[in-house]
């Protein structure tokens, strides 16, 4: 019953029962004066019931604030599809589109493992069939059918997990142990939802107040008082209406509560503004009340970088400030690569009785800069045939200057005495002449994909493949010119990065500097649509004749895989390293990690190099066992 419908029923029964009283005297044995304090205490106690009504329909309305204390979560290859999961095991609504997208996700993973793991050459006939697995629900879901109904599904589906969400989860189970090889892996349970944090953007007017709201904090009390008048009247009773009307006191009190004055100013310091990797920045941010009357209640927050940990402190703090006074937050921060800045604090001031709440955003521009320098990786980087014109360190198919072994010659005079098969002159009493590999600089550009979806790792908690990635291609980079080859720097990012290929000494500088601040290196997801077409269109115009591409991607969607044997068929040989966000932790999880595993597979089929880099491991041995591999 809706509030309007509540008074309309009091209304009539009080005008039955006044046109009853005045048609009957005698049907009530009530005075004037009686009736006239009945019926003010009825109307105070009807009051009291509007009062709980509104008030249980309603909370404290107050400004809640974000928690930097926090590091901002990655998310975690597969989320999307747990959610689905989720949705269909509690029997709520999820659109067609999505079940069907998902239903043929998982129709295309099961083709292909069965056609690579399991050698079928009839793979998707298998699949529509039915062929490939003795359990009719994973063979009924796997081909688009409704699963087969019988009783204890149905018992199932009422008291616990709906038949769909377990046809799917079985069929992703069996689609595992097709690419193991073995049993059906054990079932485990769906990881909670993450949700992202909330970023609000706020205006201001010319003392830095956001918003203005009363915050009913006091609203409970007007029912209460109103309940204690009405019982008092009714039963007779001073004392409760004496009670009562203190309680309408505070109600008033709090109602005529006025907004307390804001002229607040903020100052932040820090310890140092272009810290070194690892390094712990100091913060200190003061705030002043600039006003002519006291802050009762103040609730500050600085602040801070979503990129960045507190290590110690907290950037919180609550106060009373007389006019004039200040008060301080002290906190420490972790330095990480990237520019960092700091987002405005929020202050929120409320009135002496908590009933009028000012929020107030307090900027003090500050900005940290963290350009690590680059560390080449120990062990050198496989590149692929195809060199340019200058000396260096890569083989090519013909002999020449260099340190491996070619071939065995005739020997012609002029000669150097140190190319002679000495050992052959030996044995046989011939002269013969050692060649060696030629070798020559390459031309590489080591891309970085950092597209909105290749921001997973396998915790909420650790660093993104995009942050990895960024790591390696640095360490990459310095190993590269080191090793004496023409290097430059792109990203798959909706705002393109690019440094033309250089062997200059200044090049190292330029990369480090741009891994470091490039936009489409930020530790945050781009909030842009990346266009394969145009990219790909201007990248290839900037891209020299003879460069090869190195590119770090952690190979999580099928866009990238259609790009890359793109651009190896253009003639740019392409060697790919790939760090694994995967886990097999959830039913989505395992659906990913087979997907990636498949689009690996592919790519080598393409003829475009893979190094699978597993999350454990650091990019040297992914990069050493690559080398010696390759060469056999």
Known sequence: ??????????????FVLGTAVWAFPGLVALSMDEAVLVLVG?????????????????????????????????GTPGEGTDRTIRLLRDGRRVPHQQRTELRSRIEEALVGALSVYRGRPDARRAVEEGSWTEDGAVAAYAAGESPPTDPLGLVRGLVGESRSSRALRRTVDALAAVKEGEGEPVPVGDEPERRPPVRRALDTDENGVAARRRTDRWSGVGALALSGIGLGVLVRSPAVVLAGAVGVGYAAYAAAGSEPPVDLSIERRVSAERPDRDETVTVETTVTNGADRTLFDLRFLDGVPETLAIAEGSPRVGATLRPGESVTVEYTLTAERGVHSFPPATALVRSLSGSVELECVLVAETTLVCTPPLRPTVSPVPLRAGATRFAGQVGTDRSG????????????????????????????????????????????????????????????????????????????????????????????????????????????????????????????????????????????????????????????????????????????????????????????????????????????????????????????????????????
């Open 401 to 632: 200057e260099g340190v491996e072994f070619y071939a065995t010659r005739e020997y012609r005079p002029g000669d150097p005495l140190s190319r002679i098969d000495w050992n052959r002159k030996a044995r046989t009493g011939e002269l013969s002449t050692l060649e060696f590999r030629e070798e020559r600089a390459a031309s590489v550009v080591v891309v970085v994909d950092s597209r909105k979806g290749s921001f997973r790792a396998p915790d909420p908690d650790d660093e993104s493949a995009v942050s990895r990635s960024i790591d390696a291609a640095g360490a990459m980079v310095a190993r590269l010119l080191d090793d004496g080859n023409r290097v430059g720097l792109a990203s798959l990012h909706p705002d393109p990065c690019w440094l033309a290929p250089s062997a200059h000494r200044d090049q190292r500088v330029h990369a480090a500097e741009l891994l470091a601040t490039h936009p489409s290196f930020d530790p945050v997801p781009p909030e842009g649509r990346f266009l394969s077409w145009r990219w790909r269109r201007r990248f290839l115009r900037r891209l020299p004749g003879d460069a090869q591409l190195l590119v770090c991607s952690p190979l999580l969607d099928d866009r990238i895989v259609s790009l890359l044997r793109t651009l190896e068929a253009t003639g740019h040989p392409v060697t790919v390293v790939s760090p694994d966000p995967t886990t097999d932790s959830s039913t989505g999880e395992r659906l990913v990690r087979i997907e990636r595993a498949l689009r690996l597979t592919g790519l080598r089929e393409a003829g475009v190099r893979v190094i699978d880099w597993p999350w454990e491991e650091g990019i040297d041995l992914p990069l050493e066992r690559a080398r010696t591999g390759w060469r056999r």
């Open 1 to 14: 019953m809706n509030g309007r419908r509540l008074w309309l029923l009091v209304g009539l029964l009080a």
């Open 42 to 74: 009825l109307l105070a106690l009807a009051l009291a019931v509007g009062q709980v009504r509104k008030r249980r329909g309603s909370r404290i309305r107050t400004v809640r604030t974000p928690d930097p204390e926090r590091p901002l979560p990655t």
